[in-house]
């Protein structure tokens, strides 16, 4: 199956600093991934569409100042939480659409679990 | 905003039993999704439907797309250790995938 790659797989940082995590489809070309965050024991949360070529849409709540995305390429996908605070450790997902001849199918990246002291 | 109610929130069985999980919501979807989700892991699809009144088994596993196309349910049949983990539905509507609260399973040898 396809296969989505997401580095780095878990990251501690001190307060204040900003954090990059990348998304990779590995054989296949993704014009649209997503972004989830998720908080211990909840469910997955919608935080963004990022789209190839053009801006990211975020959803409600979420301050597209604060997680920066850049979808450059139709292979990768990065989200930059800037400034980051206590409050911002989380579990982040990423996941790409492939689309095939019948439907449409989402795979989803190994997630970064990031830790802000 | 769109919410998916899954239930039960947690299940602890003995090895060889079946299990059995739903989704509801209040809204209609075009897809429902089953994934399962290890510890510290992103998602793993399990089940696609994409029709109303859809039935689809994956080896031990078995789901099926409600015919008013608002809910689902993820059956798994003789249930072995290897099962263990968070189980989530999901619809999509669109391009927006929509997750409920998620199964945690326990099964115990």
């Known amino acids: 199956g396809a296969v989505v790659s997401q580095h780095p797989s878990w990251v501690i940082c001190k307060s204040g600093t900003s954090v990059k995590i990348e998304c990779r489809s590995l054989d296949f070309q993704a014009t649209t991934m997503f972004w989830y965050r998720q908080f211990p024991k909840q469910s997955l949360m919608l935080m963004a569409t990022s789209n190839e070529g053009s801006k990211a849409t975020y959803e409600q709540g979420v301050e597209k100042d604060k997680f920066l995305i850049n979808h450059a390429s139709l292979t990768l996908s990065t989200l930059t939480v800037t400034s980051a605070h206590p409050e911002d450790s989380s579990f982040y997902i990423c996941?790409?659409?492939?689309?095939?001849?019948?439907?449409?199918?989402?795979?989803f990246g190994s997630g970064t679990q990031l830790s802000v002291l | 905003g769109q919410q998916l109610n899954q239930s039960p929130q947690s299940m602890f069985i003995q090895e060889g039993e079946d299990v059995s999980m739903n989704c509801t919501s209040s809204s209609i979807f075009n897809t429902w999704l089953w994934y399962k989700q290890d510890p510290g892991e992103g998602p793993v699809l399990l089940i696609a439907?994409?029709?109303?009144?859809e039935l689809t088994s994956n080896g031990r596993l078995t789901a099926q797309f409600g015919i008013t196309r608002k809910d689902s349910f993820l059956n798994i049949s003789a249930s072995i250790p290897s099962d263990v983990g968070i189980y989530f539905c999901a619809g999509r509507r669109g391009s927006r995938l929509t997750f409920g609260e998620g199964t945690q399973l326990t099964v115990n040898p």
């Open positions: 996941s790409a659409r492939k689309n095939l001849a019948t439907n449409e199918k989402l795979f």
């Open positions: 439907l994409y029709k109303a009144g």
